[in-house]
């Protein structure tokens, strides 16, 4: 069995590209730059 890779940032996905989900992302960014942050719009 392949050995497990390291350890990684967690993943936040916010729902909603408006004002509000832009902005949660962007402090969200600064609070934690570690973590990847995905957006999604429909």
Do not use: C, H, N, Q
């Amino acid at each position: 069995m392949p050995a497990s890779p390291g350890p990684s940032a967690p993943t936040v996905v916010v729902i909603g590209g408006g004002i509000a989900g832009l902005a949660a992302a962007a402090r969200l960014r600064e609070e934690r730059p570690d973590v990847e942050i995905v957006v999604l719009e429909g």
